[in-house]
């Protein structure tokens, strides 16, 4: 089993859906989680860290589900500039390692 | 902001050259990281760094290697190119204990 997994989609979704992505780790000693965001031919770039209560920015929701091993991101009122490849993260274990990244999920926002 | 960049964005190189790929970091960042990004096979860690002069292997060094002179850059090298090294190049660095990484703008590198 892959340390990190993602559906690779695309999920295909009008302007305005609400959408959710979930991300499977298998290491139940994972300690920190992210969500990054990448543009085609550009560099992934954080979007926001993932807590055990829960993160929320705007229309941009993360949450941790230690029991069952997944993070998962909810997109509300998806705009076209959502449009990109959100890659989830984990350092896997304590301590200064390094992150381990899925291969991401395809979102493509339709007007 | 934190600024990473790249020396390069597009690299052409033949196949037995010696590359290098220079990533620098103005943000006093003690960790920094190399990735290669491929379709459908996502990011892959090469080598990373925590410190000055100190490196450890990632998932795949293979034909890699890697120097950190100084805090603020960390060069890859490829000492004899080949034609599967064709990839997209990512350079990241963090803080010390506080994980999250901030990317640079990639280097394309095709290998003929």
């Known amino acids: 089993r892959k340390e990190v997994e993602q559906d690779p989609g695309p999920f295909n979704v009008p302007e305005g859906a609400t959408v959710a992505f979930n991300c499977t780790y298998s290491?139940?000693?994972?300690?920190?989680f992210f969500w990054y965001r990448q543009d085609c031919r550009k560099e992934p770039k954080l979007l926001m860290s993932?807590?055990?209560s829960g993160n929320e920015d705007g229309r941009f929701t993360a949450q941790l589900n230690r029991a069952s091993q997944y993070i998962s991101l909810l997109i509300r009122d998806s705009k076209l500039s959502d449009s990109a490849t959100y890659l989830c993260?984990?350092?896997?274990?304590?301590?200064?390692?390094?992150?381990?990244f899925g291969k991401g999920t395809r979102l493509s926002v339709i007007a | 902001d934190v600024k990473v960049t790249q020396s390069s964005r597009y690299l052409v190189k033949r196949t037995g050259e010696k590359v290098f790929l220079e990533c620098v970091q103005d943000?006093?960042?003690?960790?920094m990281f190399w990735y290669r990004q491929d379709p459908g096979l996502g990011l892959r860690l090469i080598y990373f760094?925590?410190?000055?002069?100190?490196?450890e292997k990632g998932d795949i060094p293979e034909g890699y290697s890697v120097s950190r002179e100084k805090k603020e850059r960390f060069s890859l090298i490829l000492e004899s190119a080949s034609t599967n090294q064709t990839s997209m190049y990512l350079c990241?660095?963090?803080?010390?204990?506080?994980?999250?990484?901030?990317f640079g703008p990639g280097t394309r590198l095709t290998v003929t």
């Open positions: 990241a660095s963090s803080w010390l204990g506080l994980p999250g990484g901030y």
């Open positions: 290491n139940s000693a994972s300690q920190s």
């Open positions: 993932v807590y055990s």
């Open positions: 993260a984990v350092i896997v274990n304590s301590g200064n390692t390094p992150l381990v």
């Open positions: 943000m006093d960042h003690e960790n």
């Open positions: 760094s925590y410190d000055v002069k100190m490196k």
